[in-house]
């Protein structure tokens, strides 16, 4: 049987533990700050220390992939067990994987983050739209099928993305979703928001919009889905800032905070007040919008 809709349970863990996602990136530097060793078992201290910190108390942690990977086999098996223990504890789990292929390619990467039973099932995954977003269709279905989201990088904070994301189609390259003269950004917008059609309190297919980026109002960005904002705190932006990005949209924005939380570890206290004051200032931002 599957769950309920991604954006239904995501709306109510927003409502009930603040709009905040807290990353999971243990990189070398963050382990040896927190008198780590780089390796398997630093890996193992960080991201149970960080799941007993914080998946009882945030909305959503976002463990990235790419940190446990590196290690093999043995840190997939610490991946597997972070996202079971968080998800255990009542936080819903994005996949930072930023996967993105095609055919049949693209369908083993949903199966494997998105199929209930998964040792990786995850309520969530990042998807790369860049072969086209078609080339996203199993992953999509996946996703309805099993009450799971997606994130769509769609404006990154990142300065290289802009070349991408900001280029407009041409004059004469019309295509179904009335695409000319549209940035790639947009575009990638307009098929969300084309997913998440009557749904409610929202859409589980939602869009990565860097809060970093300044005024937005050029794009449509109400969705009816999520926004994932990476760019909170160690970036430069801050809670007060998200009104003037994001606008209306702001209700449906999901900030991410990775370093100005991690870097309060490995005390757990300190970790779950760094996020309890992130997500007050979050929400407190949103409500005075």
Known sequence: MSLEPFGTRLRRAMDERGPLCVGIDPHASLLADWGLNDDIGGLERFSRTVVEA????????KPQSA????????????LEKSVEEARSAGALVVMDAKRGDIGSTMAAYASALLEKGSPLFSDALTVSPYLGYGSLKPAVELARESGAGLFVLALTSNPEGGEVQHAVRPEGAADAAGSVGRSVGAIMLAHLAAENAGETPMGSFGAVVGATL???SSYDLEINGPLLAPGIGAQGATPADLPGVFGAAVRHVVPNVSRGVLRHGPDVGALRASADRFAEDIRAAVASD
């Not at 914080?54 to 942690?61: F, T």
């Not at 940190?67 to 610490?78: D, Y």
Request: proline residues 0%.
């Open 67 to 78: 940190f446990f990977e590196r290690f093999g086999s043995r840190g997939i098996a610490v």
């Open 54 to 61: 914080l998946a009882d108390r945030v909305a959503v942690l």
């Open 214 to 216: 300044g005024d937005l």
